[in-house]
């Protein structure tokens, strides 16, 4: 694949200010929470499954050379533009991986190391690891590719512990632990966004914060929530109470999917902008085992409760359904050439089980 296409996988997901995404953690009395809003104009997605003991080989960044894994965990991901390029997910161990824009990312120079684009690379982590040091570590092993749009991530695991994952200057820079005193993240640098919300008073139960800056607005709101959840009784189911929040930060019509990942039971939940009826679905209904077949759900559909009978077997069709219609409803930002759609379409298809 040409290195265009490597570029525009990554760049249709977000535009700055006008399309913007918040994440966040909750760790309570052994409750382990994570919601995200994906914030863009397209609607169009899947939920797939994707299965342990598969070769993959990465698609070119046109920088540096591509890298080849088996998946050694299954997981369930989000995706607008084709299988194997989510934009965020939970495996069979409890990792959860989430993207948003940042707009004074730098990443690593070319170096030795094989590079991914930024959708691929929340893939390989899900596919490889099962905690955040883990993925923390793999920088000693892989990078994202210059040729991307600045991101930076929130991810946990089940352990309990969550991290932001952000490049400065061409170097990882990580907060966890003591230095992450605030577990969300919206689109500033988290150093800024934590010394903002340090200045407020976010356990006044005020969450009419008024920032000229959206992103910090949507950092404050989301952490007073969450230290009134961490320091008071509040008697709301955590799941229900992490959609409050979501709400409560939405882009209106912009916010396409609210999600909520429950990573002890290993449970999803999320509603979209089109429906919002809150569906879930469990790892134990998936077999992910390369064996047996991914299964893949539209999720735009009125359903509502529980929907593990809901999936279907991957297929061809699906896929290019999805990528199809969010390549179109993206055009308008970023095109897509055709040639790029059909390798969007194929790259599943380049994947085999290592038997």
């Given at each position: 694949m040409k290195k265009g296409f490597a570029l525009n996988i990554c760049f249709l997901i977000f535009l700055v200010d006008a399309y913007a995404c918040t994440t966040f953690f909750i760790n309570k009395n052994g409750q382990l929470i994570f919601g995200r809003n994906y914030d863009w104009i397209s609607d169009?997605?899947?939920?797939?499954?994707?299965?342990?003991?598969?070769?993959?080989t990465s698609v070119s960044t046109g920088e540096g050379s591509s890298i080849s894994w088996i998946s050694k965990y299954g997981s369930m991901t989000f995706n607008q533009y084709g299988k194997e390029f989510p934009?965020?997910?939970?495996?069979?161990?409890?990792?959860?991986?989430?993207?948003?824009?940042?707009?004074?990312?730098?990443?690593?120079?070319?170096?030795n190391r094989p590079s991914l684009g930024v959708l691929q690379w929340i893939q390989y982590q899900l596919d490889s690891h099962s905690t955040i040091d883990e993925v923390i570590a793999s920088d000693n092993n892989v990078r994202i590719s210059r040729n991307n749009p600045p991101l930076h991530?929130?991810?946990?695991?089940?352990?309990?512990?969550?991290?932001?994952?952000?490049?400065?200057?061409?170097k990882i820079t990580v907060h966890k632990g003591n230095e992450l005193p605030f577990p969300v993240l919206t689109n500033n640098p988290y150093e800024q966004s934590a010394k903002t919300a340090k200045n407020a008073n976010i356990l006044s139960g005020d969450t009419t914060f008024s920032f000229r800056d959206n992103s910090l607005q949507r950092f404050i709101k989301a952490c007073s929530m969450v230290q009134q959840y961490q320091q008071k009784e509040i008697a709301k189911p955590l799941t229900g109470y992490a959609f409050d929040i979501l709400d409560k930060v939405?882009?209106?019509e912009f916010t396409k999917w609210s999600i909520v990942y429950d990573l002890v039971h290993k449970k999803i939940y999320f509603k979209t902008e089109r429906y919002r009826g809150i569906k879930s679905f469990s790892f134990n209904s998936f077999?992910?085992?390369?064996?047996?077949?991914?299964?893949?759900?539209?999720?735009?559909?009125?359903?509502?409760?529980?929907?593990?009978?809901?999936?279907?077997?991957?297929?061809?069709?699906?896929?290019?359904?999805?990528?199809?219609?969010?390549?179109?409803?993206?055009?308008?930002?970023?095109?897509i050439s055709d040639k790029e759609k059909e390798s969007l379409v194929a790259y599943p298809g380049t994947i085999k089980c290592k038997m």
């Amino acid at each position: 694949m040409k290195k265009g296409f490597a570029l525009n996988i990554c760049f249709l997901i977000f535009l700055v200010d006008a399309y913007a995404c918040t994440t966040f953690f909750i760790n309570k009395n052994g409750q382990l929470i994570f919601g995200r809003n994906y914030d863009w104009i397209s609607d169009a997605g899947m939920v797939t499954s994707n299965l342990r003991g598969l070769k993959k080989t990465s698609v070119s960044t046109g920088e540096g050379s591509s890298i080849s894994w088996i998946s050694k965990y299954g997981s369930m991901t989000f995706n607008q533009y084709g299988k194997e390029f989510p934009t965020g997910g939970m495996n069979e161990k409890g990792l959860v991986v989430e993207l948003m824009w940042e707009e004074q990312t730098e990443y690593p120079k070319t170096d030795n190391r094989p590079s991914l684009g930024v959708l691929q690379w929340i893939q390989y982590q899900l596919d490889s690891h099962s905690t955040i040091d883990e993925v923390i570590a793999s920088d000693n092993n892989v990078r994202i590719s210059r040729n991307n749009p600045p991101l930076h991530y929130l991810i946990a695991d089940a352990n309990g512990y969550a991290a932001t994952i952000e490049f400065y200057q061409g170097k990882i820079t990580v907060h966890k632990g003591n230095e992450l005193p605030f577990p969300v993240l919206t689109n500033n640098p988290y150093e800024q966004s934590a010394k903002t919300a340090k200045n407020a008073n976010i356990l006044s139960g005020d969450t009419t914060f008024s920032f000229r800056d959206n992103s910090l607005q949507r950092f404050i709101k989301a952490c007073s929530m969450v230290q009134q959840y961490q320091q008071k009784e509040i008697a709301k189911p955590l799941t229900g109470y992490a959609f409050d929040i979501l709400d409560k930060v939405t882009q209106g019509e912009f916010t396409k999917w609210s999600i909520v990942y429950d990573l002890v039971h290993k449970k999803i939940y999320f509603k979209t902008e089109r429906y919002r009826g809150i569906k879930s679905f469990s790892f134990n209904s998936f077999d992910f085992d390369c064996s047996s077949k991914a299964r893949v759900l539209d999720m735009n559909q009125s359903l509502e409760g529980d929907i593990d009978k809901s999936f279907i077997p991957f297929n061809d069709k699906i896929n290019r359904s999805i990528v199809e219609k969010a390549v179109a409803e993206s055009k308008s930002q970023v095109p897509i050439s055709d040639k790029e759609k059909e390798s969007l379409v194929a790259y599943p298809g380049t994947i085999k089980c290592k038997m």
